[in-house]
């Protein structure tokens, strides 16, 4: 009996003990024990929880399978680069001016739920400037993408002079004479035209994002298994009956 206790209390002393410090389980299999120092997208700086005044420690988000913290929090990795999303906490309702800057598209990885695809787009984008921000759902970005294409390309065509060529004995159709100006407003063009495709990805990149940490958000589980040690009474023979286990917690 008094075994028994020992062991219960021993158990009962290492679940709490576990709860105090963070957790770090690699794609090795390895669980860390350690307190996490900081995360980011290129590294995980962490010590040893048996060895807090040691050495600091790194590890590749690609190294990591999940950090468990010691307030039950998570963040869970699956080899890529960083699935940790975002950089900052997110919450349903939120616009994208206010998340835009919590994500790095270099990380995103697509999933089946997500409702828009990128390639699509920005390839909506490249016929149409802006069409790709408003198939995301960014009407103001897109509109203003759109009129500020029209209006550059409004100005160029003003400021490109056509001479007539019917007086030159070697040329034929129209010659176009491009002043340092109109040069520099076909650059302007040229540049807003390509950025315009490439913020439509990005957009739509950040966009499903914010919707699959909203969805990660939603669908946690946490699973806990903590060990019990009871009394029950027993009617029959006047006294207690001693219980002890292990029981499964789980929060939704």
């Given at each position: ?16 003990m576990?709860?105090?410090q ?29 060895n ?14 999940m ?53 699509w787009?920005?390839?909506a ?17 897109g ?36 002043s ?10 040229s ?13 739509t990149?950040?966009?499903?994002m ?32 001693q ?10």
């Amino acid at each position: 009996m008094k075994r028994f206790l020992i062991l219960s209390l021993a158990l009962l002393g290492g679940c709490v003990m576990a709860q105090a410090q963070d957790m770090i389980t690699t794609q090795k299999g390895e669980e860390i024990l350690a307190k996490v120092l900081e995360v980011s997208s290129k590294e995980v700086r962490f010590k040893r929880y048996s060895n807090l005044e040691g050495p600091t420690y790194t590890l590749k988000p690609s190294e990591i399978i999940m950090i468990r913290y010691e307030n039950g929090e998570k963040d869970i990795f699956d080899g890529e680069p960083y699935e940790v999303q975002s950089f900052g906490e997110v919450y349903p309702g939120m616009r994208y001016r206010d998340y835009k800057d919590l994500y790095d598209t270099r990380y995103y990885v697509r999933d089946v739920f997500n409702d828009i695809n990128p390639v699509w787009t920005g390839i909506a984008s490249f016929f149409i400037p802006g069409l790709g921000q408003c198939i995301s759902g960014e009407w103001g970005r897109g509109i203003g993408i759109f009129a500020a294409n029209v209006a550059l390309d409004a100005l160029l065509a003003d400021a490109v002079d056509v001479f007539s060529l019917k007086d030159w004995e070697m040329g034929y159709g129209d010659y176009y004479e491009l002043s340092p100006g109109t040069l520099v407003l076909a650059v302007g063009a040229s540049v807003l035209y390509v950025w315009n495709i490439v913020d439509a990805v990005r957009v739509t990149k950040i966009k499903n994002m914010y919707y699959q940490d909203l969805r990660g958000l939603n669908a946690s589980i946490d699973f806990r298994l903590e060990p019990f040690f009871s009394f029950t009474p027993v009617v029959a023979f006047g006294g207690y009956h001693q219980a002890a286990g292990l029981s499964l917690k789980v929060n939704f």
